[in-house]
C-alpha cells in the first residue's frame, strides 16, 4: 500500500463549480503539505504549503488538513477553464527532511 | 528572477548508456532535490543534494547518481540505462535542506529508453 493515496479521477467539471481534491496518508510523521499544480508534459507548479492541521486560504483555493484522519483536501471555487491540469499532492515530515512523498496526481477538467 | 532551470528538455538514450542531466537552482537556494515522474504517477524522490553532499536517498538503484557544484548547480547521472528509465525527470529547489521549506519544480527533462 502507497504512504499517500488520491483519488484518482478524472474529475470533469462546469465552469464555475466548486473542486474538491483529496488524499489519504498512511505516515503520521507527516507535517507538511503541499498541493501541486501541472500542466501536461510540464513540471509541478507549488499551489499551497502548509503545516500541521488547519485550513488555509489562497484566492480561489483553500487547503484543508486534518491529522487525525490523515486526510487532506483542496477547494478550488469559482473553477476556470485554466484551472483544468493534474493536481498533486505531496507530503513531507522532519525526521525524513527534504524528501516529499506525492500521491498519483488527480486529473481535472472545467469545461467553459 | 529565474527560477529552476534544467536541460536538456528532451533526450533519447539507447538502452545501456550512460546520460547526464542538468539542474541550475532558483536564485538564492542551495539544494537540490530530484524526481523520477513515470506517465501517470506523482514524483519518486530520487536523493537530495546539500553542500555538494547526498542528504537523502530514495528507493534507486546505484545507477541512479548525482553531483552538486559549488554555485549550488547538480547533475543527475543515469548509467546502464534500461528501457524503464523512461520518464520526465524533475529537479526541485529549496533554501536548505529541511522539510519546512518550500520547493519548487523545474520544467524537467523527458528521457525516452530506446
Same mark, same amino acid.
Given at each position: 500500500? !502507497?504512504?499517500?493515496?488520491?483519488?484518482?479521477?478524472?474529475?470533469?467539471?462546469?465552469?464555475?463549480?466548486?473542486?474538491?481534491?483529496?488524499?489519504?496518508?498512511?505516515?503520521?510523521?507527516?507535517?507538511?503539505?503541499?498541493?501541486? /499544480?501541472?500542466?501536461? #508534459?510540464?513540471?509541478?507548479?507549488?499551489?499551497?504549503?502548509?503545516?500541521?492541521?488547519?485550513?488555509?486560504?489562497?484566492? /480561489?483555493?483553500?487547503?484543508?488538513?486534518?491529522?487525525?484522519?490523515?486526510?487532506?483536501?483542496?477547494?478550488?471555487?469559482?473553477?476556470?477553464?485554466?484551472?483544468?491540469?493534474?493536481?498533486?499532492?505531496?507530503?513531507?515530515?522532519?525526521?525524513?527532511?527534504? !524528501?516529499?512523498?506525492?500521491?498519483?496526481?488527480?486529473?481535472?477538467?472545467?469545461?467553459? | 528572477?529565474?527560477?529552476?532551470?534544467?536541460?536538456?528538455?528532451?533526450?533519447? !538514450?539507447? /538502452?545501456?548508456?550512460?546520460?547526464?542531466? #542538468?539542474?541550475?537552482?532558483?536564485?538564492?537556494?542551495?539544494?537540490?532535490?530530484?524526481?523520477?515522474?513515470?506517465?501517470?504517477?506523482?514524483?519518486?524522490?530520487?536523493?537530495?543534494?546539500?553542500?555538494?553532499?547526498? #542528504?537523502? #536517498?530514495?528507493?534507486?538503484?546505484? /545507477?541512479?547518481?548525482?553531483?552538486?557544484?559549488?554555485?549550488?548547480?547538480?547533475?543527475?547521472?543515469?548509467?546502464?540505462?534500461?528501457?524503464?528509465?523512461?520518464?520526465?525527470?524533475?529537479?526541485?529547489?529549496?533554501?536548505?535542506?529541511?522539510?519546512?521549506?518550500?520547493?519548487?519544480?523545474?520544467?524537467?527533462?523527458?528521457?525516452?529508453?530506446?
Amino acid at each position: 500500500q !502507497k504512504e499517500v493515496e488520491q483519488d484518482p479521477g478524472p474529475l470533469s467539471v462546469p465552469e464555475g463549480a466548486i473542486v474538491s481534491l483529496n488524499c489519504t496518508y498512511s505516515n503520521s510523521a507527516f507535517q507538511y503539505f503541499m498541493w501541486y /499544480r501541472q500542466y501536461s #508534459r510540464k513540471g509541478p507548479e507549488l499551489l499551497m504549503y502548509t503545516y500541521s492541521s488547519g485550513n488555509k486560504e489562497d484566492g /480561489r483555493f483553500t487547503a484543508q488538513v486534518d491529522k487525525s484522519s490523515k486526510y487532506i483536501s483542496l477547494f478550488i471555487r469559482d473553477s476556470q477553464p485554466s484551472d483544468s491540469a493534474t493536481y498533486l499532492c505531496a507530503m513531507s515530515s522532519n525526521t525524513n527532511a527534504g !524528501k516529499s512523498t506525492f500521491g498519483d496526481g488527480t486529473t481535472l477538467t472545467v469545461k467553459p | 528572477d529565474a527560477g529552476v532551470t534544467q536541460s536538456p528538455t528532451h533526450l533519447i !538514450k539507447t /538502452r545501456g548508456q550512460q546520460v547526464t542531466l #542538468r539542474c541550475s537552482p532558483k536564485s538564492g537556494h542551495d539544494t537540490v532535490s530530484w524526481y523520477q515522474q513515470a506517465l501517470g504517477q506523482g514524483p519518486q524522490f530520487i536523493f537530495q543534494y546539500y553542500e555538494e553532499e547526498e #542528504r537523502q #536517498r530514495g528507493n534507486f538503484p546505484d /545507477r541512479f547518481s548525482g553531483h552538486q557544484f559549488p554555485n549550488y548547480s547538480s547533475e543527475l547521472n543515469v548509467n546502464a540505462l534500461l528501457l524503464g528509465d523512461s520518464a520526465l525527470y524533475l529537479c526541485a529547489s529549496s533554501w536548505g535542506p529541511g522539510a519546512n521549506t518550500e520547493a519548487f519544480f523545474g520544467q524537467g527533462t523527458r528521457l525516452t529508453v530506446v
